[in-house]
């Protein structure tokens, strides 16, 4: 298959390019960039006039729910998701059932997504087994199986000589241990950010200083042992210091936010509302602040989606007994492109924080569109909008605080391995 | 945002919680409440203002003194009442609390009277309510987890408003374990709302929630300093779950410093009253002295609980 993209603004962060090319694509890869390659003819030419041309996005956390949770969604909605929302490869959390603790799931998991012809799914391997936080599962097996890293998603490694292990072991091969920073104890029971609207709602409350014990925690041990870390899920400001001192002290550590926390603060749980339920909990506006400033200044290394689907039943409950999270992977883009109208930053910078910066924490040659690159493309309009409704979500999870929303950004073709794997007409 | 406690006329359609109610809905349910008081005086303690409505009371939560108060509120208004004790979390086991509703709604039920473990309970039920066109049916908040109480607070103003009459002029102190006290957010919204200048809450700082200020109260941590010249004491109950999870290390150690006793209590002024939403656990919170004493009127607001709480849903019922 050969494509040809005609007459749309090329955004490609990574080479700095921001202007009107033509997009050449044969076998797969990038072909040609502004001019086509000699004896170039294309089997379909795509007319992206008024539209962006950009990388596909890269999401670094995408809950598929396979294995186990297929009710809440399953490997083919979600990957329609993904590719409806313009994202290409997507990072899973090893919280499954049975999580993602065994090579053979991982062989599993990889091969059904392939054979769904769909965005590259990048699996993160179990840091211990069964997230119990007790014994070290077989990393460098489970690498071989296709994890990228090593994960705990949402659960917590307690005992402080198990964590220090774990990360030594896999700093023994080079693998990067992806943590989420939340001291269990301080966290327990806690629904929403300890501050003024759960004292006023009268919800048991999760300190700030969860996240910044944790991460002291964590920091001090990728001193000790080297381990390479991505901080997933900064929340707070206090936690987002500690980042950028670990970082000006030359750490290897890199960090994420979610797009919920990039645009809403506590605030938004309004009289209770189970869909802004989250972990870590949506904190305070002076927080938010932060989180904007540092993902816009590079301390925030990538924005993500955290795409959690939760059926109904599960949503359906006082705030404090609803299953947290929220689908996301089809807000992953519009989120952005509502950042950047809302701070005037260049489309090229903010584009940055879900593809080429997003494949740097990865490690993984993608997010760039560079003759030789994989044609994993996204074409969106920029002026197009929606309103965000269980209608227009693909994702079978329809539980997101954006619900009723009018966002910015329609996503009109998504290429992957250079196929047309996902188009929308006007 | 739009307020689920009022229809689009501004009128009260359920009862959650005091917060973000205006001024005048609240005056109108102490005005209308002092009429009530009188009918328990009768010999025939009966009204016909809810003749052949239901009410279900729908506890999700062990209590008697509440059920009773809001069963026999009903009753003096001449209502069906039907009582559930459901008693356990509606997540835990069993039929979803939604279910549980719609199966009662089902029935025709006219008013909920809930009480749940879980804070916003209530504020779910009547959102779901809404959501599938039952504006006729009713919700009052019989206490969520640590949110509201909102008869509580009410009544608690029904009586501060009996014996101080002015609420603009006077220094009201809150006592004890604010932290998991759904009474206390209610007393401090409604105190708000009506005026009161001064609002203090006292109590260590283990059981003082996180930015409590923000509320519009002033905190302190020592009890005497706390209760200086104030004309209203709130006592609130310590449960004794709480001496677990190391947020008290006794009982006795809370008494000492915190519960209340006429030594104490004469740091306030000569006529302030002692006020306590029961139940009482004597010699820890309250020393029977004060309990018992001439500042107390613990009792009178058991009375004015059920005029209060007649007036609640006579309100409701006509709207």
């Known amino acids: 298959m050969k494509i040809h993209i005609k007459n749309g603004r090329l955004i490609d962060p990574a080479n700095g390019t921001d202007a009107q090319r033509e997009v050449f694509i044969a076998a797969g890869r990038i ?81 059904r997504a392939r054979n769904l012809a769909s965005a590259h799914v990048y699996p993160l391997g179990a840091l211990t087994v069964g997230l119990a936080g007790e014994r070290l599962t077989e990393m460098a097996e489970l690498y071989e199986a296709g994890c990228i890293a090593f994960s705990q998603a949402n659960a917590q490694v307690t005992d402080t000589r198990v964590l220090l292990r774990a990360l030594q072991y896999a700093a023994t091969f080079g693998f990067k241990v992806w943590l989420q920073p939340e001291d269990p104890y301080l ?21 700030v200083c969860a996240e910044t014990i944790a991460l002291s925690r964590l920091l001090v041990l990728v001193r000790e042992t080297g381990v390479a870390l991505h901080v997933r899920r900064i929340s707070s400001a206090a936690g987002l210091e500690g980042i950028a001192r670990a970082k000006d002290a030359g750490l290897p550590v890199t960090c994420d936010i979610s797009i919920n926390h990039l645009h809403l603060c506590e605030q938004d749980i309004g009289y209770f509302n189970p869909q802004a339920r989250l972990i870590p909990p949506l904190r305070t506006s002076a927080d938010r602040e932060a989180l904007r400033r540092g993902l816009a200044d590079g301390t925030v290394d990538a924005l993500c989606s955290d795409h959690t689907p939760v059926d109904d039943d599960a949503k359906q409950l006082p705030f404090g007994e609803a ?40 490690g993984i040659q993608a997010g760039h569109l560079a003759v030789g690159a994989t044609a994993d493309v996204c074409i969106f309009d920029p002026r197009g909008s929606f309103k965000v409704s269980p209608a227009v979500l693909r994702s079978q999870g329809k539980n997101t605080p954006f619900l009723g929303a009018e966002l910015p950004g329609r996503v009109r073709y998504t290429l992957i391995d250079g196929h047309i794997a996902f188009e929308n007409g006007r | 945002m739009h307020n689920p406690q009022l229809n689009r ?61 809001f069963e026999i509120a009903a009753k003096r208004l001449s209502a069906d009442v039907i009582n559930l004790n459901i008693g356990t979390s509606s997540a835990s086991k069993g039929e979803s609390l939604l279910d549980t509703v719609d199966n009662l709604c089902a029935m025709q039920a006219d008013m909920f009277v809930v009480r749940h473990a879980v804070s916003g309970a209530p504020f779910l039920i009547a959102q779901h309510l809404a959501a599938n066109g039952r504006d006729h049916i009713h919700v009052i908040n019989a206490g969520d987890g640590r949110h509201a109480h909102p008869t509580q607070g009410l009544l608690d103003m029904y009586t501060i408003r009996h014996y101080k009459k002015d609420f603009t002029r006077l220094i009201v102190a809150i006592v004890g374990d604010v932290l998991h006290s759904r009474v206390a957010r209610s007393q401090i919204g409604a105190l708000t709302t009506l005026g009161v200048p001064e609002i203090r809450v006292i109590g260590p700082k283990t059981l003082i929630p996180a930015d409590v200020d923000r509320l519009g109260v002033r905190v302190f941590h020592d009890m005497r300093a706390g209760l200086k010249d104030v004309d209203v004491v709130m006592m609130l109950r310590l449960q004794s779950e709480r001496m677990q999870g190391a947020l008290l290390p006794s009982p006795q150690e809370f008494f000492k410093y915190y519960g209340l006793t006429a030594d104490k209590l004469c740091c306030a002024r000569p006529d302030a009253i002692v006020m306590h ?30 005029a209060v709480r007649m007036a609640v849903m006579s309100m409701l019922a006509g709207t």
């Open chain 1, 31 to 111: 072909v040609g960039v502004g001019a086509a390659p000699q004896g170039f003819a294309a089997n379909r030419v795509i007319d992206a006039t008024g539209l962006v041309v950009c990388p596909g996005l890269i999401d670094l956390s995408a809950r598929l729910r396979e294995p186990g949770y297929e009710y809440k969604a399953t490997l083919e909605s979600e990957m329609a998701a993904a590719v409806a929302g313009g994202v290409t490869s997507l990072v899973c959390p090893p919280d499954t059932d049975p999580v993602l603790d065994e090579p053979g799931l991982v062989e599993m998991l990889k091969h």
């Open chain 1, 187 to 207: 966290a327990r029971d806690g629904v929403a950010h300890e501050g003024e609207v759960a004292t006023r709602l009268g919800l048991p409350g999760i300190p």
């Open chain 1, 323 to 362: 299953e947290p999270g929220a689908t996301g992977l089809e807000l992953l883009l519009p989120l952005t492109l509502k950042w950047a109208d809302e701070t005037q930053l260049p489309l090229g910078r903010t584009l940055a924080r879900v593809t080429s910066d997003a494949a740097r924490v990865l």
């Open chain 2, 9 to 69: 006329n501004g009128a009260l359609q359920h009862l959650l919680t005091i917060d973000g109610l205006p001024r005048e809905i609240l005056s109108d349910i102490l005005d209308t409440a002092a009429p009530f008081t009188e009918v328990a005086e009768r010999e025939v303690k009966k009204l016909p203002l809810l003749r052949g409505k239901s009410v279900f009371n729908l506890f999700f939560e062990n209590s008697t003194r509440t059920r009773t108060t």
């Open chain 2, 277 to 306: 939403p029961g139940p009482m656990n004597r010699g820890v919170e309250i020393d029977s002295a004060v309990a018992d004493g001439q500042h107390a009127v613990i009792l009178p607001q058991v009375t004015f609980g059920i």
